[in-house]
Structure formats: C-alpha cells, structure tokens
C-alpha cells in the first residue's frame, strides 16, 4: 500500500521556519564568553600558530578578557628552569637552571595594557613593549614584544607569560619566547639563532613576591648567561 506524506498547513510551515531563523539570530547575537579567546590587540601581537607551538611544548595559555590585577606586582623566579630548549640542535637541555629573574608589573589599565620590566644578574635587562593581558579570575597571560639587551646584544622579542596571582606571589610562573631580531651577533655566538625561542618556568612553582626590584651583584666566578644565550 502507497503511503502519502502528512500534507503541513502553511501558517505552520511559516511559523517553524520563523522559529529556526529566530534561534539563529539569537545566538549570533550572543555576547562573547568573557572567559574565552583573546583581544583583538594580542592576536596582532601573537600569531595563532606561536600559541599553538607554545601549548604543544608545554606552555599553560590563560584565556579570557577579565585578568587579574597585576599592576604593583614584583616577583621572583627562582629556580628559573628550562622547560623546553628551542630544539634538537639546543646546547641547552631540558631542566638547566639559570640565575634568578625578577619581574615588575605596572600601569595596568581597563583595556587590558599593562607594562613590565625584567633583569637577572646583571646580563640581561629589558621590558615589555605594548603589552596586553588577557585572562580571567586569578589567572593570566601577558603577550608582548619585548626590547632588551644580553651580553651587549641588543634584542626583541615575542614573549608569552603566564601564570596565577596569590597572595604568596605568582602560582606556576611561565615565561616563553621566540627571539625576534638582535644586532651585532651574526654568528650565533651570544644569543640563540634568530626565529628560535625557549619556554622557562619557576620550578617550585611559584615565583615569590618582594618589595624590591634590585638584585645582588653576582660573584666573580658566577657564570654571565641569561635566557637567550646560545652556550
């Protein structure tokens, strides 16, 4: 026996069709998710495919337009550990631990700037340079060029750091970047290559606040390296 097909009124047929458009509309017109993706400003400063490089390698990336408030923040990184050379080809391993870093944060804003300066011993000092933070509730990620110099090279940046304000300082404390440009190395012989980047954590993780942004002069036996250099 031939079965024929239900016959659909037109007012109803016009009523589900209204009702699917409606559902769509709504949900473009969703507000975005606070807690989710990154501003326009830092996706022109960190293409997607350095993130994604960062994640695979180790790297804790903290989404979200609502960070925390690190403005007035200073902190130290210690042991400043390396979590993943630049490659094979890397003289450093997996696991070597440098001379202390310290970071300063300041002058954050409403839009998400925020600005920082950073030193270890003596043979490397810089900032960051148009910085933005993205983030939500305690955690964070700063996204920024960075300017600075390391054994009298001149260097920039892509830096990536993140991690979670406490009350004790910076909970699982990363620092990551890809070297950008440097002068007066074409050899390789200070800094790493050109393109090439490494990611740092604080291996007690946690990277301790303190009142002062000074730093002890290192010894006359102490090793003059910082987290760009080649051997």
């Given at each position: 026996m031939k079965m024929s097909l239900p016959t659909w009124p037109l007012a109803l047929l016009a009523l589900f069709a209204l009702s699917i458009l409606f559902d769509s509309c709504k949900k473009s017109d969703a507000p975005d998710d606070p807690?989710?993706?990154?501003?326009?400003?830092?996706?022109?400063?960190v293409?997607?495919?350095?993130?994604?490089?960062?994640?695979?390698?180790?790297?804790?990336?903290n989404e979200g337009k609502v960070p925390p408030a690190l403005a007035g923040t200073?902190?130290?990184?210690?042991?400043?550990e390396l979590l993943s050379p630049y490659g094979t080809e890397d003289s450093w391993q997996k696991g070597k631990v440098i001379a202390d870093y310290k970071y300063k944060f300041y002058e954050q804003t409403t839009d998400g700037k925020i600005k920082y300066d950073y030193k270890n011993d003596g043979s490397d000092t810089g900032s960051g340079k148009g910085a933005f933070i993205s983030g939500n509730g305690n955690t964070f990620t700063?996204?920024?060029?960075?300017?600075?110099?390391?054994?009298t090279v001149n260097y920039k940046t892509i830096t990536?750091?993140?991690?979670?304000?406490?009350?004790?300082?910076?909970?699982?404390?990363?620092?990551?970047?890809?070297?950008?440009e440097k002068t007066n190395d074409d050899n390789n012989s200070a800094?790493?290559?050109v393109g090439k980047g490494r990611i740092w954590i604080d291996s007690?993780?946690?990277?301790?606040?303190?009142?002062?942004?000074?730093?002890a002069a290192?010894?006359?036996?102490?090793?003059?390296?910082?987290?760009?250099?080649a051997n």
């Open positions: 807690t989710k993706g990154f501003t326009t400003q830092i996706q022109n400063i293409p997607t495919t350095i993130i994604d490089d960062l994640r695979t390698r180790g790297m804790t990336i200073i902190v130290v990184a210690s042991p400043w700063i996204f920024s060029e960075d300017v600075g110099v390391s054994k990536v750091m993140s991690g979670e304000i406490t009350d004790a300082g910076i909970k699982n404390f990363q620092y990551a970047f890809v070297l950008k800094l790493i290559p007690d993780k946690l990277a301790t606040k303190t009142t002062s942004f000074r730093l290192p010894g006359e036996s102490s090793p003059i390296v910082s987290m760009l250099t």
